[in-house]
């Protein structure tokens, strides 16, 4: 990149991080004026004081940050993009660029790549950052919503007249650690029914079962509960690989990372969990898409502000958005339009209808 370049580009990223800053502290205001009452509610039947409140919304918003990013990242990038360019058109600094010989393709270059700049980072975020924040923030949704913390049972099975229950508090693929676990075993008669409980449990490899830490067994021998301690489960078939997959059956696929929706999609037959993967592709390809289509619009050469072309510029994006939201509806359950074809019919038709106006854009 020659100084030029680099001139636009520092002037694009300026304006990229002021948006997105913008948008991000937007979004949380929103959410926190439109959910206030229900949070007033739960302080006081909690009798949390507005200090004790104000420290259970901080972390909730900090970790609601990257779900919100990869919301907003796009419309954000176009936004910067089209100040940058009212910005050196203002000052007057487009046509001398182009006196000198360069073309205005390479006068918007570089906000081309702050696009595939701001795709990459969403993506990234997708794969690394979202997987690690979500369980905490369900856990938060869960207690402001709720105002309580429940148990969440991942495994239910019935074997002839005997179900089993497996409920779990928190579950942390990473560490292999359970937090609260019961199992419940309950059979036809009252005497066969079992249950075991633990404050966490470890996932053993060399053993292949979990490690108990404060495990109890509850039986009933004639009439009477009888607690006895107990240092492993004993059911190897609850592998940490099985709770991930159950454990994220109840979990937005918007959430998930790369990795989860593509071992969820081959071991579940879920339109949800296929339309979520192809749009975790091209959703962020929207940040070069948006700019296709808004760029030609905020390039002028007459004195004067043409706010018709800003509209029209908005109004494009505001179709974007649309037809992506109305795709994203008709695919989610699969029966009236593939989830394939619901995630990449907005880029194809918006992306050929970009290419085609940036192409055209007046020189």
């Given amino acids: 990149m020659n100084r030029l370049d680099r001139y636009v580009a520092r002037i694009g990223l300026g304006a990229f991080g002021a948006c997105l800053l ?21 302080a006081e039947e909690k009798d949390l004081g507005g200090l004790e409140m104000a420290m259970q919304l901080g972390p909730f918003y900090l970790r609601q940050l990257p779900v919100l990013f990869t919301a907003v990242t796009p419309f954000a990038t176009v936004i910067a993009s089209m100040f940058t360019v009212a ?23 570089p906000l081309l790549w702050i696009g595939v700049l701001a795709g ?7 794969q690394w950052v979202l997987p690690v924040v979500s369980p905490s923030l369900a856990q938060q949704e869960k207690f402001l919503e709720e105002g309580r913390e429940e148990e969440k049972y991942l495994v239910h099975e019935l074997h002839g007249d005997i179900s089993q229950y497996f409920y779990v508090v ?19 008669l009252a005497k066969d029914t ?9 996932w053993d490899e060399q ?11 509850t039986v009933r021998v004639d009439n009477q509960l009888i607690d006895e301690p107990v240092e492993w489960l004993g059911r190897p078939d609850l592998a940490p690989a099985v709770l991930l997959l159950q454990s994220r059956e ?42 296709l289509l808004a760029l030609p619009m905020a390039v002028r050469y007459e004195r004067g502000s043409r706010i018709d072309r800003i509209l029209a510029a908005i109004g494009l994006c505001g179709g974007y958005l ?38 055209s854009t007046r020189t």
Avoid at 89 to 109: D, K, Q
Avoid at 207 to 217: A, N, P
Wanted: proline share 4%.
């Fill in 194 to 202: 079992v249950g075991v409980r633990a404050d966490h449990a470890v």
């Fill in 207 to 217: 053993r292949g079962d979990w490690h108990l830490e404060g495990g109890v067994r």
């Fill in 22 to 42: 913008f948008f991000l502290f937007l979004m949380v205001v929103v959410d926190l004026l439109t959910n206030l009452p229900k949070y007033a509610r739960i």
């Fill in 87 to 109: 910005r050196l058109h203002n000052a007057n600094e487009i046509v001398p660029m182009l006196f000198v010989g360069r073309s205005i393709f390479t006068v918007l270059r």
């Fill in 170 to 188: 928190r579950y942390e693929p990473k560490k292999q650690r359970i937090t609260d676990l019961s199992l419940l075993v309950v059979g036809t």
């Fill in 322 to 359: 649309l037809c992506d939201l109305t795709c994203q509806r008709l695919g989610q359950r699969g029966d009236l339009l593939h989830p394939v074809v619901a995630a990449w019919t907005p880029t194809i038709l918006f992306g050929s209808l970009g290419f085609v106006l940036y192409g």
């Fill in 250 to 291: 109840d979990v937005s696929p918007e959430t998930m990372s790369y990795t989860e929706l593509v071992e969820l999609s081959e071991a579940r037959n879920r339109a949800d969990l296929r339309l979520a993967l192809h749009r975790h592709i091209t959703y962020p390809l929207a940040n070069l898409l948006l700019l």
């Fill in 120 to 126: 990459v980072l969403m993506a990234a975020c997708w």
